[in-house]
């Protein structure tokens, strides 16, 4: 691998919200997150997410935390999973995101050197389905020492083997670039406007997909309701440690799941009982 000019040299953070699905099962839950949000079609059954702030520059936390609370409240409830991208002046990493199960990442210092565990990739490489031989191989690349390869061709090396799951980055949308030139680009490429417009219309489109897709009994009924008890017993906990940590990321994934799950016990409800 050769050096490119990267996290390290060129100083500006970005980050990016890779779904492993379609942009019409990622369009409903992704209001969710608050956030002013581009969506654009990135290969087969995958879709890019691109923040059209910088909500890392407003507060305490740093960008891992914020996409890590971002990429772990998107992935509840949905049936894909969700890894997010993301670079600063002196690291770069991922964080993969699957339903309650716990987050896994990894990080590399914007001159490449290797922070994380050669567990966390092959968790990574289980979880998405990946080629346990010439996918693992080429993840196993990515902890090794290599003085030529800086932070961003970390990142570059992780997509490289996504490919073979169909991913294809739409051009210019690539780690190591500024968060205003990927919002740009995402523009250019045709980008699709995600806004908040309220829990109860987010919420109502979520689950309206949800209920006629393959996650509708998780909707309605016994495995509804525990689910939603779940998300509320997992809410409050992350909801109390983003605020005493003033990590936006993490207080946000709490208030989401703390919100979907009441939000979920009250429509079984209604739905059982529409009087």
């Known amino acids: 691998m050769n050096a490119t000019s990267g996290p390290g040299s060129a100083g500006p953070a970005g980050a990016l919200l890779l779904c492993r699905a379609d942009p019409t099962a990622v369009r409903p839950p992704a209001p969710l997150l608050r956030e002013h949000l ?3 079609p990135a290969g087969q059954e995958w879709s890019v997410l691109v923040p059209e702030g910088k909500p890392w520059r407003e507060g305490a936390a740093e960008i891992d935390q914020v996409v890590t609370g971002w990429a772990a409240a998107l992935a509840v409830g949905v049936s894909w999973p969700v890894l997010a991208l993301w670079w600063d002046a002196d690291r770069a990493g991922y964080t993969l995101a699957s339903g ?3 987050t896994v990442g ?3 210092l914007a001159d490449g050197t290797p922070l994380g565990e050669d567990e966390a990739m092959r968790t990574f490489a289980a979880r ?3 080629d346990p031989v010439l996918d693992a191989q080429a993840l196993e690349g990515l902890t090794a020492p290599d003085p030529d390869a800086d932070a961003r061709a970390r990142l570059l090396g992780l997509i490289a083997v996504l490919t073979r799951t169909g991913l294809a980055l739409p051009a210019g949308l690539t780690p ?3 968060a205003d030139r990927l919002r740009s680009t995402a523009l250019a490429h045709g980008a ?3 806004e908040w417009s309220g829990w109860r219309d987010a919420v109502r489109a979520e689950l309206d997909v949800m209920e006629g897709g393959p996650l509708g009994p998780y909707v309605r009924g016994p495995k509804a309701r525990l689910l939603a008890l ?3 017993a997992a809410g409050v906990p992350l909801l109390v440690l983003g605020l005493r940590r003033r990590s936006g990321g993490w207080a946000t994934a709490g208030a989401l799941l703390l919100a979907d799950g009441a939000l979920g016990l009250l429509y079984d409800r209604l739905r059982r009982d529409p009087a």
Do not use: K
Request: glycine fraction near 10%; charge should be neutral.
């Open 100 to 102: 309650f199960r716990r």
């Open 106 to 108: 990894y990080v590399w």
């Open 38 to 40: 581009l969506l654009v």
């Open 230 to 232: 779940a998300q509320v």
């Open 128 to 130: 998405l389905g990946l």
């Open 176 to 178: 190591g670039e500024p």
């Open 192 to 194: 699709e406007h995600l």
